[in-house]
């Protein structure tokens, strides 16, 4: 299922609760010889205006709001972006490694940064969703499953705001049977999220919700 933020806002005006993974917005290029994947990367000033831009879509969908933000630089500023333009600037955003690089998709993070240094990220990533196994990755299924108890375990309010990165959500729908055709073409752009959708009964559902705001999958020079 592919939603638009409109869509989520309804989702939320009938009741149910979301919990929106949300890929970081746009940033600069990572040097070929960072180990810390752009730990240190803010976001390009486009970046910074379509976080709001994301913010103010949401804004007064609910009040019940809650942030948290793989501890990278360009992650955390995107949540306090999105949180400013729904009127929150102010809100907490609590750094969580478990939605980032320290997710249960990651076995080593040190083995990841090797495999990608080839230039064929697009390939590895195919690999590991078709396979469900890949050199420095968790295996995918168990991964998915203890990714989203851990979400869950931590998501109290109505909407969650949970910023992160490409590789968990476009892993996390396949795993899910969202999405799995993923490949550069339509692969998660900045902003993309994945939806966590809970009815009041419990059940859960799930979605590719595709911002509109960016339609570019790397960063820039």
């Known amino acids: 299922m592919i939603l638009t933020i409109p869509d989520i806002r309804g989702e939320l005006a009938k009741g149910n609760r979301v919990v929106l993974l949300v890929r970081h917005s746009e940033r600069p290029r990572i040097a070929f010889e960072d180990k ?68 249960s998709f990651i076995a080593s993070e040190l083995e990841v940064w090797a495999l990608f240094r080839d230039g064929e990220f697009f390939k590895h990533m195919d690999e590991y969703m078709k396979n469900g196994v890949q050199r420095g990755f968790a295996p995918l299924a168990s991964a998915a499953e203890e990714f989203e108890r851990y979400v869950l375990s931590v998501f109290t309010a109505k909407l969650g705001v949970f910023t992160t990165h490409d590789v968990y959500i476009a892993a996390y729908l396949h795993a899910k049977g969202v999405k799995t055709d993923f490949c550069r073409e339509n692969w998660p752009c900045f902003l993309d999220s994945a939806a966590i959708i809970i009815e009041p009964d419990g059940r859960r559902r799930y979605a590719l919700v595709r911002s509109g705001l960016s339609t570019l999958v790397c960063g820039v020079s």
């Open 36 to 103: 810390s994947f752009g730990g240190e990367l803010p976001l390009t000033a486009n970046g910074e205006q379509i976080s709001i831009e994301l913010g103010k879509m949401l804004a007064g969908a609910t009040d019940d709001v809650e942030f948290r933000a793989s501890p990278l630089l360009r992650t955390r500023l995107t949540a306090e972006l999105i949180a400013k333009g729904m009127g929150l600037a102010y809100a907490p955003v609590v750094p969580d490694a478990r939605i980032g690089n320290g997710s």
